[in-house]
């Protein structure tokens, strides 16, 4: 008999809800996430799960769409934890500060650690033109970093990716070595991707890759905003882009992943794709 799993967890990126029409051009349907989304919980339910987590653009926009879909999260029997995506920080200017606290985030950026593993989750909105408040000098140090994109002749210098800056990529240099000292595995978790090469992946997409190259010790990144889903493996680490739950009329798209000692199993519902990821 293969040994239990130390523990696992559930995945949802990008359910996007809003009260909105379907937009057919990129086979979106905001509005059918709330039911998406509780169909997945219903599954999420019948597992013994450590925790669910959520990749960030949990609205497609305005405030009141999370009045709606937070609810829905409240069935939820386990733990939940959110990232922030870029959707999130589609409403009122006066509501941009408040959207962590709206969701019951710790904060922005935060860890925790689970059964020999640490979950590092980022804020990849940081650096960008719709997160910070107006005339932040983030927003201009966003531009900045997509015109040197665009003149590199990369793909992802688009308006809709965002970047950590100094203070948090500081952090999570320490966090990884606070890791690697308490004989934890890592496990880093963003909205953005920065592997393979994609035009969705993070505006500082090389620095993050580097700086997770140095550490045997981080198994895996896992990531949304790409609702096409992504995968690719660099230095060791496996980079896993989830599909988007907003994507479609009827298909969901939501994962479990169990922890083993040797190997990450993903078990992928609806568009999702099962995976073995087997450990160094």
Do not use: C
């Not at 900045?144 to 688009?158: C, K, P, R």
């Amino acid at each position: 008999m293969p040994s239990a799993p130390l523990f696992r967890f559930g995945v949802v990126a990008d359910p996007q809800y809003a009260d909105l029409e379907p937009n057919l051009t990129l086979d979106r349907y905001p509005a059918n996430s709330l039911a998406k989304l509780g169909a997945a919980i219903e599954e999420f339910n019948r597992h013994d799960l450590a925790f669910v987590v959520t990749l960030g653009d949990i609205i497609d926009r305005e405030w009141k769409s999370f009045d709606a879909i937070l609810p829905v999260y409240e069935t939820l029997r386990h733990r939940k934890h959110f990232l922030l995506g870029n959707h999130d920080f589609a409403i009122a200017p006066e509501q941009l500060g408040n959207v962590p606290a709206r969701v019951g985030m710790p904060s922005a950026y935060y860890d925790f650690s689970h059964s020999g593993y640490r979950f590092i989750a980022l804020d990849g909105n940081e650096i960008s033109v719709f997160a910070p408040p107006e005339g932040d000098p983030r927003r201009q140090a966003a531009k900045e970093l997509m015109t040197a994109l665009e003149s590199a002749g990369a793909l992802n210098g688009q308006r809709w990716n965002g970047a950590i800056g100094d203070t948090q990529f500081g952090w999570l240099g320490e966090k990884l070595q606070e890791a690697e000292r308490a004989g934890e595995k890592v496990i880093v978790m963003n909205h953005y991707p920065v592997f393979p090469d994609n035009g969705h992946n993070a505006l500082n997409s090389e620095r993050v890759l580097s700086l997770l190259a140095e550490h045997d010790h981080v198994v895996a990144y896992f990531n949304g905003h790409n609702h096409a889903g992504n995968f690719g493996v660099s230095d060791g680490t496996y980079f896993v882009n989830f599909k988007g739950m907003v994507d479609t009329e009827d298909t969901s798209a939501y994962a479990i992943l169990s922890v083993y000692e040797d190997r990450l199993e993903i078990a992928g519902y609806g568009r999702e794709i099962d995976r073995t990821l087997m450990l160094r």
